[in-house]
């Protein structure tokens, strides 16, 4: 479940719990720059003169200037005054100097802690995925260091400004602060009630969100099995139903917002109000006008607007960053992971289904999605004991005996590279299998080449021997180990697939030929050169140490340089799923007959005539039945190859 769903589960959060977990480190964490705070308490010192200096020389510029007939000592006040607004901008200068030795240590300390939890993921389930990370990463750090800059600078604004003013206001006279004070004190108590639910709301919020999103993104990678399924009712009223829950988050934010605006409206207006209210009062008491004067200088110059822009900070910036450190430092913020696809355990097949092949659903590299579910054969009949084929119905006639080669009993023998024992894959509950009950046996340093129409079950089979995607049901063994769950370092060391797109990437030749062996020699990867005909490329661009550049490769050359790459690969099985279809027949024969002289296995998804040709043995998928055998075998055999040879010939009179 992912951390969305985590957090919606949680309704009684209110905030609290993610102060209690964020507090301890962010004490250390301010203990450590106990220098840079006081740095900026200095700096702030003066902000408070400034405020205290603006309110203060305003009042005696009318009392003891313009309404004394002195316009000389009250334009001096002014200018006091004047120079004292002025003097702000080197404060703030050397506020922002200082804030930096605030923020950017947060920032990398919240990108190594980000770090490290996706590390520690990885390494307690190897082959997850981490979907969160990179949100972690970029998104939410920056978040929290922009609205932990921003709290810095408010909070400490209104402290200092505050204690100026006031000490402003005393100093005019006490009475105008028993005036001012109780409003400007209730509407701060009113807004600081609001934190608490406000902050709830914001992680409701911001869950129902991530849900929806997460819903949407599951939902439009998975709608081909959606479609077979069926399901496609039962995922729209899912999204209703996240919809409205996103919309009840969003109108319960709304009405604390409202809240808000009252103790906004409170703490911003009432004082004013208040102190006109009180002026006959204070006149009574013996306030003067300059002192009335410059206690509205101090509310509207110094204390309101500075009360304004903390009660926004805190109520947007203060609520993102409790989210956001309580997602990368809490213990609820554990990152959603979700299983390679592949992981999901094989259901026993209790029985197999006649030999039907359905559209191969993932021939260009897709993935059965969140939506495709397990689908258990119906019967078993008994298996074929040719080394490939599919169980067939009890009406279908046998197979020539000259291709029902037993399997050897378990424990007897050398294992098979290749071997799946009744493996269906189906990628919906209702859906047609597009492998049924396959039975395959590749035995070590065979060369297998797998042909039939597009969307056969062609990429299926490849990405099912590589452990990339489990069967409906069956098993599936390399090198005698079953591959289904496996670990991606595990797999790694057992086979190498190579896609139709192949994948290179910026860095230098020798990175790209060696990365799935970084301690080859030179020896080997100039061999390795030479063998599958990349001299050429390589001196092309600059040697081994020559710079990489993905977009400045034709197709043809990113496939020359994975089919390097997999040929300097210590694993002793390669797949290849139409890995040369971008090069010339010339090209595409050197590098298969050098990865076939390479110790190992070698299966093939042909992409023309020449590679079945090559081949020890030959894989037909025709949608009804698979045939193996040898080329003249299959020929005689499959109509549907029979076909295929004729259209491959055409094709090669027509390169010709």
Known sequence: MNSAVDDRARPAED?????????????????????????????????????????YGVAHSVDEGFLAGDTRTGLLWLAVALVAVLLGAPVIRGVFAQLAGLTEPLRDGLVRRAVDRSMAQALDRPGATDRAAVSRL????????????????????????????????LSLHPALVVVVLPPLCGGLVLFLATLRPMAAAQRRALAADEALGDHAARARAALRDITACGTGPQT??????????????????????????????VAGHLPVLTLLAAVPWLRGRGVTAGALLGAFTYLVQSLLPALHTLMTALGAAGARLLVVLDRILGPGASPPVTAPTGTRPAQPADSATTARRHGDHSSDGGHGGDGAAVRPPAHRAPPVAGGCGASLAAADPPRPASTRRSRPPAGEGPAAAVELRSVTLSYGVRAEPVLDSLDLRVAPGEHLAVVGPSGIGKSTLTRLVAGTL?????????????????????????????????YVFSGTVGDNLTYLRPDAGREDVDATVRALGLRSLVDRLGGLDGPVRPDELSPGERQLVALARAYLSPAPLLLLDEATCHLDPASEAQ????????????????HRLSSA????????????????????????????????????????????
């Open 236 to 265: 729209a009223r899912r999204g209703a139903d996240l919809v409205a829950d996103a919309a009840a988050a969003s109108r319960t934010l709304a009405a604390w917002a409202a809240v808000r605006t009252a103790a906004l409206g």
């Open 15 to 55: 905030g609290s719990g993610a102060v209690r977990r964020i507090a301890p480190p962010a004490r250390r964490f301010l203990a450590r720059h106990r220098g840079v705070l006081a740095r900026l308490a200095l700096w702030s010192l003066a902000e408070a003169g400034q405020a205290f200096l603006v309110g």
């Open 470 to 502: 489990a069967p409906s049901g069956g098993e599936v063994r390399v090198a005698g180990r079953e591959v289904t769950g496996r670990a991606a370092c595990e797999l790694a060391a057992l086979r190498v697939l190579v896609p139709q797109e192949a």
């Open 591 to 606: 590098a298969e007959e050098a990865l076939a002289r390479r110790p190992g296995t070698l299966l093939v998804v042909a």
């Open 138 to 169: 970029t998104n939410q750090v920056e978040i929290a260091r922009d609205s932990f800059a921003g709290l810095v600078l408010t909070l400490r604004s209104f402290l200092f400004t505050a204690a100026g003013a006031l000490l402003g206001l």
């Open 613 to 656: 040709v090559r081949a020890d043995r030959v894989l037909v998928l025709d949608g009804v039945e698979a045939v193996c055998g040898r080329h003249e075998e299959v020929l005689a055999r499959s109509s549907l190859y029979r076909d295929l040879t004729g259209h491959w010939n055409g094709e090669a009179r027509r390169e010709a």
